[in-house]
């Protein structure tokens, strides 16, 4: 019987650049919305609470693995997480997203917030240890298993939420904070940035293996104001966790994608709006990369997906290493046979050119 432990699987190969025999895919956002089992799971249950709940966090992880024999299971968690377990006055509104009880409004307001600590991580590892557990338990004489991704917020994300009080269009308020007071977003970026790497962290040391930093929001930034003021603290948040490889992924981003891989990123995941083999171009062609079929696909039929997903396919031919996945999160309205089927096809596409 071979070793669990002498196993490589695809994800982690391609994550290093390598090329597996197989195609590795997964979805950003997987793990519920869509899921008919993840509505029963999670009824009654606050979206915060859920995550923090370690039996919950740990099942509704597993559910898409069960299902679509996706090649990595993405830890189920939100952006937020980190900042509730701080103390921070947060919630997660129906149709909305994240409120905040008390925007970040003043320098007197980031002086108050940045005395918080992380404090208590051990529901998130022993959610991980849950899912490992599960993961690694493998029939007899059955060399594989599925890797768990860990996932935080990026700083300008956490900034941005902390700031706007809810999701915003442009994040004008934060974007200001920025040059108004300097100084004053030194702190508040830092201090997101020590905990989404203490919450990293935490996710590597239970067992996860690579991490994804989610920038949702950096899109919105001017490429001088990225570099500036925000990629030193993304790199910041990937140098707290060394010994695994590390995503970073932002939605609007291709402006960005060398700055963001230039914060510390072993991979660079791609939305929808840039084509893989234009990325691999702007990127000098030693980047990993991961995306980026269009969600919008999903539901416009199986010829038109296919034929997008195979596009997407070839075009990352041209990367060293490349995991299939959306160019953003799964819609929660998507059939999840769909899903199933996508990955089936994907596997079934020739792992290089």
Not at 178 to 198: E, F, K, N, V
Not at 237 to 244: F, Q, R, T
Not at 286 to 300: C, K, V
Request: net charge negative; aromatic share 6%; with cysteine.
């Amino acid at each position: 019987m071979v070793s669990v432990t002498e196993i490589v699987p695809p994800l982690v190969e391609a994550l290093s650049g390598r090329r597996p025999s197989l195609l590795p895919v997964w979805f950003m956002r997987q793990a519920g919305r869509s899921l008919p089992e993840y509505r029963t799971t999670r009824a009654g249950v606050g979206m915060l609470e859920s995550c923090l709940n370690p039996e919950l966090a740990a099942e509704i992880t597993l559910q898409p693995v069960r299902r679509h024999q996706v090649d990595a299971a993405i830890f189920f968690s939100d952006i937020m997480v980190p900042l509730r377990l701080a103390g921070v006055g947060v919630d997660i509104a129906p149709g909305v997203g994240p409120v905040l009880d008390d925007p970040v409004k003043s320098p007197a307001d980031v002086r108050d917030l940045v005395a918080h600590d992380l404090g208590d991580t051990s529901m998130i590892r022993d959610a991980i240890r849950l899912i490992t557990a599960e993961l690694a338990s493998t029939p007899s004489g059955d060399a594989s298993w599925t890797p768990v991704i860990g996932f935080a917020g990026a700083p300008f994300t956490l900034a941005a939420y902390l700031v706007e009080g809810r999701p915003s269009r442009d994040h004008l308020a934060a974007r200001a904070l920025m040059h108004s007071h300097p100084t004053s977003w030194d702190a508040l970026m830092s201090w997101c940035a020590r905990i989404s790497g203490q919450f990293l962290a935490a996710q590597v040391d239970a067992g996860v293996s690579a991490v994804q930093l989610f920038d949702s929001w950096a899109g919105s930034l001017r490429e001088d104001d990225y570099v500036a003021h925000v990629a030193p603290y993304s790199r910041a948040v990937l140098d707290a966790v060394p010994g695994v490889p590390k995503i970073h992924f932002g939605t609007g981003t291709g402006h960005l994608l060398p700055a963001m891989r230039d914060a510390g990123a072993d991979v660079v995941g791609v939305d929808y709006r840039t084509p893989l083999d234009e990325a691999n171009t702007i990127l000098g062609g030693r980047t990993p990369l991961q995306g980026n079929i269009d969600p919008a696909m999903l539901a416009a039929g199986w010829k038109p997906l296919t034929r997008h997903a195979r596009d997407v396919v070839q075009r990352g031919y041209a990367a060293p290493g490349h995991v299939v996945n959306l160019g953003h999160g799964v819609p929660p309205t998507t059939d999840p046979d769909v899903l199933t089927r996508l990955v089936e096809f994907v596997h079934g596409l020739p792992a290089t050119a």
